[in-house]
């Protein structure tokens, strides 16, 4: 983890990421003197409360003949996870735009601090926003919600907001987008697509419970969710995710794909995918293929059929006409 071998910084992110989420591969020798292989498990997704999380502030780092001073860093298990920069909100020249434009030569000086980087944070004091190493500065967006049920109390301190949950967006909603063309964008989670597929797994896990037994059919109604969430388990009904223009649908079923194929109860499910256009199932396949690391193992097939044809994007490199 400290020593990786990609030159360049995206892609050494994107390897020492997919370490963070799936272990690192190791050989052991076992009582009969036969080797095994193992994954070591850097990150304890599932426990936060097992990992070690120091915050540094004024952290120094001394590189190439650079010496920089990042506001806070967050490490985990000494991995530095976040970085956070802050500027004084009393300060009418000390945007948060300006936190945001200190962060970018810090990535050219400074590169092994953000090896393991999964959250740029910036903030003001009253404002702040989440990003990734390859993000402009209009994709640096706000968090707004802890619980995904209501807006975060207005008094709570933004840092908080945004800082919540950060393992389970390590593990579920980042992706490394790669379209060929050599260039690598590092996407993550808006707090809508976060929230949703999490409720969305909870119902999908609800509604597949075995049916009983005692019960050969289903009765008659119509078929909607109403305004009460949740039904009876093994119903087979979840629900409806609305999305606004530019919400950037496509990559929220991928967040969804990822994160249900993990769940044993679906037992390695294969997801198929329904569009009403064209352009639409170009843009969909498109974007699973390029996220393809999230779906990892349990194999995981996503599937588009349009006049006939039949495409899927498998966990392997190759993408299959």
């Known amino acids: 983890m400290t020593r990786p071998a990609d030159a360049d910084l995206i892609q050494r992110n ?22 095994a292989g193992a994954q070591a498990r850097v990150l304890d997704v599932d426990a936060p409360e097992n990992n070690d999380w120091p915050a540094v502030n004024q952290f120094t780092v001394s590189e190439n003949r650079h010496t920089r001073r990042a506001d806070i860093v967050l490490f985990v298990n000494g991995l530095p996870l976040a970085i956070i920069e802050l500027k004084n909100p009393t300060d009418e020249n000390a945007t948060i735009w300006a936190a945001w434009q200190q962060l970018q030569p810090y990535q050219a000086e400074i590169a092994s601090l953000f090896a393991t980087n999964a959250v740029l944070v910036i903030s003001d004091g009253v404002q702040a926003r989440v990003g990734t190493l390859t993000a402009g500065r209009e994709w640096f967006k706000p968090w707004r919600t802890i619980s995904g049920e209501a807006p975060a109390d207005a008094h709570m301190p933004a840092l908080q907001v945004v800082t919540e949950g950060l393992l389970d967006l390590v593990r579920d909603f980042i992706v490394f987008e790669d379209d060929g063309s050599g260039r690598i964008v590092k996407k993550m989670a808006g707090y809508h697509q976060f929230h949703a597929v999490q409720v969305a797994v909870v119902e999908t896990l609800r509604a597949a419970e075995p049916a009983r037994t005692d019960r050969v059919a289903e009765a008659s109604g119509r078929y909607e969710a109403g305004h009460t969430p949740g039904g009876r388990p093994g119903d087979r009904r979840i629900g409806v995710v609305r999305h606004t223009q530019g919400s950037d649908k496509s990559l929220t079923m991928v967040f969804y794909a990822g994160r249900i194929v993990r769940e044993p109860a679906m037992e390695n499910p294969t997801v198929v995918v329904l569009t009403d256009r064209n352009d639409l199932d170009d843009r969909l396949f498109g974007t699973f293929a390029r996220c393809k690391d999230l779906l990892r193992q349990p194999p995981v097939q996503a599937e588009s059929r349009r006049r006939g044809r039949r495409r899927s994007v498998h966990d392997h490199p190759q993408v299959f006409p």
């Open 14 to 35: 994107r390897t020492l990421h997919r370490r963070m989420v799936d272990g690192v591969t190791v050989e052991y020798r076992r009582p009969g003197g036969s080797i």
